[in-house]
């Protein structure tokens, strides 16, 4: 079982990023599915997370900014990120939490 995250990358205050995460199975449908994220120095903190059936829930950090959501036909998981602050720089994990399977990082860097 594989996750595949992409779309990192370094992006102006205030711009937008799109975040995805391939999963490598089916039963990705039935799974909940999170993102995740690690700044330097810091402890890594859920951003965002999906149900299977499409509940969603939020960091208080990222609420009314960040956007997640999959594609059960593409086993894909997104997270749109909208208004982007410097604070926001980490290096972003998705993981399925149901199999507590974890994908490698992408790097995103919010800077003037």
């Known amino acids: 079982v594989q996750l595949q995250a992409s779309g990192g990358g370094l992006v102006q205050p205030g711009g937008s990023l799109r975040l995805s995460c391939a999963h490598s199975?089916?039963?990705?449908?039935?799974?909940?599915m999170g993102w995740y994220r690690q700044a330097p120095g810091k402890q890594r903190e859920l951003v965002a997370r999906?149900?299977?059936?499409?509940?969603?829930v939020y960091a208080d950090s990222v609420r009314g900014r960040f956007t997640i959501s999959r594609d059960n036909a593409k086993k894909t998981v997104y997270l749109e990120m909208n208004s982007l602050k410097p604070e926001d720089t980490a290096v972003y994990y998705c993981?399925?939490?149901?199999?507590?399977?974890w994908g490698q990082g992408t790097l995103v860097t919010v800077s003037s």
């Open positions: 993981n399925d939490d149901t199999l507590n399977l």
């Open positions: 199975r089916s039963i990705f449908r039935t799974n909940v």
């Open positions: 999906v149900s299977g059936v499409g509940t969603t």
